[in-house]
């Protein structure tokens, strides 16, 4: 995703009513969001579906890899020879 263009990207709900299919065709090619406006304030995100797609991906990435941070803090690791001994007898029940 490359970076926002405020000129671009910034549009009212009521130019999304007018122009649905533009504004559309605008976020599939630019791969950017459209932020909407009501009344002048930020109010919703247009996303394209791939975009959306990636961001929930890294979310859930991001969230592995705090549990995992959290569990060395909290001195819940063991070796990686140990775990692998223990993977392999689990392999051959």
Not at 65 to 78: F, N, P, V, Y
């Amino acid at each position: 995703m490359s970076f926002i263009s405020p000129s671009d990207d910034i549009r009212s709900i009521t130019d999304l009513k007018h122009h649905t299919r533009e504004i559309l065709d605008q976020i599939h090619k630019t791969g950017r969001p459209i932020f909407l406006t009501v009344n002048g304030r930020a109010d919703s995100v247009l996303l394209d579906v791939k975009q959306y797609e990636k961001l929930v991906q890294a979310g859930t990435i991001a969230g592995l890899l705090k549990a995992a941070e959290e569990d060395i803090e909290q001195d819940k690791t063991r070796p990686f020879k140990s775990f692998i001994q223990e993977f392999k007898c689990l392999k051959n029940i």
